[in-house]
């Protein structure tokens, strides 16, 4: 074998192993995505959510969401799915041709218990990399904020600093989250914009 030839051919097979031993490692990586503890908040004030990657479920893969700051979510909850399925595919099919008078969405409201945490992973070349934050949305019993769906907002940084607690009637929560799930009220405050159906 000529030289060249020799140095194609050793090209050649060192890059199908590479290959090969980096697509083991993503493999690895992909099934653990969804399972690092890195949101450091206090559990107490979530309820059963010490093992929430695990235990709840996650309804979305890493999305990217325009109006949650240009960051990639992922959603889990506790007992929301049946509603958010639902509330999921009713907006979808409404939203494919709005004018269909049979067509009207009919959504579901949230049992009282029911909580999201939503994990936030800042975007780095179009994919998602440190994580940012954590929103949460826990629905309160009859008699906490009516108007407001009953909902309670909270935000976490990663290492569990509280930025933010409150129902809407609170003025900051109000600005920073509340004012903006308002519209979709009908929706019981709940966008539902993504739904993977995956644990
Ligand atoms: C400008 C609008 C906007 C603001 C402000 C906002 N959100 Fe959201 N939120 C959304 C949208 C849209 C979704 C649906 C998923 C997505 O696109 O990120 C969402 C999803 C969520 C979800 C998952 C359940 C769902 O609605 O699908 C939680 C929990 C949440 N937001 C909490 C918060 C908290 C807590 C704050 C305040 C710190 C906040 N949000 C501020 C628009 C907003």
């Not at 090209?11 to 083991?24: D, N």
């Not at 909580?115 to 940012?132: C, R, T, W």
């Amino acid at each position: 074998m000529k030289s060249y030839q020799f140095i194609k051919v050793s090209l050649i097979l060192l890059t199908l192993t590479t290959s090969t031993r980096l697509a083991s490692q993503t493999e690895i990586a992909n099934t653990q995505a969804y399972q690092v503890d890195i949101f450091n908040f206090d559990h107490q004030l979530i309820p059963d959510s010490e093992n929430y990657q695990q235990q709840w479920r996650r309804l979305t893969g890493f999305e990217h969401s325009g109006l949650h700051w240009e960051q990639f979510v992922v959603i889990y909850t506790n007992h929301g799915e049946r509603a958010y399925r639902n509330n999921f595919l009713e907006f979808s099919a409404w939203f494919g041709d709005p004018e269909d008078e049979d067509n009207q969405p009919e959504y579901f409201t949230y049992p009282v218990g029911t909580i999201f945490i939503k994990e936030n992973y800042q975007m780095l070349n179009g994919k998602p990399a440190d994580p940012k934050s954590i929103t949460v949305m826990v629905k309160h019993p009859q008699g906490y904020d009516a108007e407001g769906g009953n909902w309670e907002y909270m935000q976490f940084s990663v290492n569990g600093q509280q930025m933010i607690k409150g129902s809407r009637k609170d003025k900051m929560v109000k600005q920073q989250c509340a004012g903006c799930h308002q519209n979709v009220a009908d929706r019981d405050f709940i966008f539902s914009n993504f739904y993977s159906g995956t644990n």
